[in-house]
């Protein structure tokens, strides 16, 4: 379970996010939405360690990220906005390096590593290197890398960014099963399609703050609009930004 609670960070004057509080579930999927420049990026890196916020507090798994945030990270698998492989390693050595970075005897990292490769159907370039791979190919490969410690909470900066229709059915079905066993799924998105058919909570930040946070029925009921994408609009208070 992931808990933000008042979390804020300003880059001079301007306060990239500004008191944003929600809680992620396990066994849920947890979408986070907003226009560009609203803060969801600065706000994952923050969840991630990767930036110190200015106030505020996360907890991974009741641990505070940021009083430990080793014991945080250990927590997460994560993947971020920048997806960049060893280029002169295959998928395989890709993923091996990361399993050994976070501690995995010799037995575990092969069984896991072959499993991530089955699951994400890696098999054909499992040793290719990884310099010329497809968009989809190189996510898949960073999301394999990112879970190869079985952590229990899994942290996604635009997942489906770039991938094609095949690749990006295939990366819903795993998110999913994520979720159906037991993981804490938060993932960033722009595109209203996945988030209708893939969250189970919404929250949406606008000018670095949470403005809305509920169930995909809830958000549409509270704006009065059937459809996701108009609820969306509506909570924002304008369609500026929006991609």
Do not use: W
Not at 3 to 31: M, N, P, W, Y
Not at 52 to 69: E, M
Not at 199 to 207: E, H, L, T
Not at 226 to 235: C, H
């Amino acid at each position: 379970m992931i808990q933000v609670a008042d979390l804020r960070k300003a880059f001079g004057t301007v306060k990239a996010v500004d008191g944003v509080s929600f809680t992620a579930h396990d066994g849920q999927i947890t979408g986070l939405l907003g226009p560009n420049g609203a803060g969801k990026t600065t706000t994952l890196r923050m969840l991630y360690t990767l930036m110190k916020p200015d106030a505020g507090s996360i907890r991974i798994d009741q641990v505070d990220a940021l009083a430990q945030p080793l014991a945080a990270r250990q927590r997460m698998g994560v993947l971020p906005d920048a997806k960049g492989l060893y280029k002169r390693l295959s998928a395989r050595e890709n993923i091996e390096y990361f399993g050994r970075l976070q501690g995995l005897d010799e037995a575990s990292l092969r069984r896991r590593t072959d499993e991530l490769i089955a699951a994400l159907d890696l098999g054909e370039i499992a040793d290719r290197r990884s310099e010329g791979f497809s968009q989809g190919q190189r996510v898949k490969t960073a999301i394999a890398r990112a879970l190869i410690h079985s952590p229990a909470n899994v942290l996604l900066d635009e997942p489906t960014n770039g991938l094609d229709v095949m690749a990006t059915r295939a990366m819903r079905r795993f998110l999913t099963g994520l979720r159906d066993a037991g993981h804490c799924v938060l993932f960033s998105s722009h595109i209203m399609q996945e988030v209708s058919a893939l969250c189970d909570r919404i929250v949406v930040i606008a000018r670095g703050r949470v403005v809305a946070d509920g169930t995909p029925d809830e958000l549409r009921a509270q704006t009065g609009n059937d459809n996701l994408e108009d609820a969306f609009v509506s909570v924002i208070g304008s369609e500026e930004g929006l991609s």
